[in-house]
């Protein structure tokens, strides 16, 4: 699902935000860009809100893990671990797509919630160049054992150069 203001239709070239989630996040992110836009607190930007495939699950998490958010297994995280596939899905097919019919600016934001919020970080430490910022909102880093933190330590560490925003709640 895709949001164009009109500046954006006016004008041409918008930052885009890429948001997970886009059916439950869609309504209130077009309002929440909307009025933050028009007060002066944000660019005008493109939303493209990205709906669920039958398996959340496995399109969201970085690693395949069977154990749950309570430390017990959990049949639902089966499918688990798809999220590099997820990441090249976006990179090779919906950010072209994006790029070909609306001709944004070169600046993309990722943002999630929950593992969306996982895979929004996961996209940061493991393609950094995809997008230029990222919206983490309580993102599920309890995932497979804290896994994602401990590599994105090592990330930060190695890595004094890093030029992208990361906003975390």
């Known amino acids: 699902m895709v949001f164009v203001p009109e500046g954006c239709k006016a004008v041409g070239a918008c930052p885009v935000l890429y948001i997970l989630d886009g059916s439950a996040h869609f309504h209130y992110g077009t309002g929440m860009l909307a009025r933050m836009s028009r007060s002066n607190q944000i660019p005008e930007m493109i939303m493209v809100a990205i709906l669920n495939t039958a398996d959340r699950m496995h399109d969201l998490t970085p690693t395949h893990a069977l154990i749950g958010y309570d430390g017990e297994e959990s049949s639902q995280n089966a499918t688990s671990g798809?999220?590099?596939?997820?990441?090249?899905?976006?990179?090779?097919?919906?950010?072209?797509?994006?790029?070909?019919?609306?001709?944004?600016?070169?600046?993309?934001?990722?943002?999630?919630?929950?593992?969306?919020?996982?895979?929004?970080?996961?996209?940061?430490?493991?393609?950094?160049?995809?997008?230029?910022?990222?919206?983490?909102?309580?993102?599920?880093?309890?995932?497979?054992?804290?896994?994602?933190?401990?590599?994105?330590?090592?990330?930060?560490?190695?890595?004094?150069?890093?030029?992208?925003k990361v906003f975390i709640t």
């Open 82 to 164: 798809g999220g590099n596939a997820f990441l090249d899905f976006l990179e090779k097919e919906l950010i072209p797509e994006i790029k070909d019919r609306y001709k944004p600016m070169p600046y993309r934001v990722f943002s999630g919630h929950s593992l969306g919020g996982l895979m929004a970080l996961h996209s940061f430490v493991e393609r950094p160049k995809l997008f230029q910022a990222y919206i983490a909102v309580d993102p599920s880093l309890w995932w497979d054992e804290l896994e994602l933190l401990q590599r994105a330590e090592k990330y930060l560490k190695s890595h004094a150069d890093i030029r992208s």
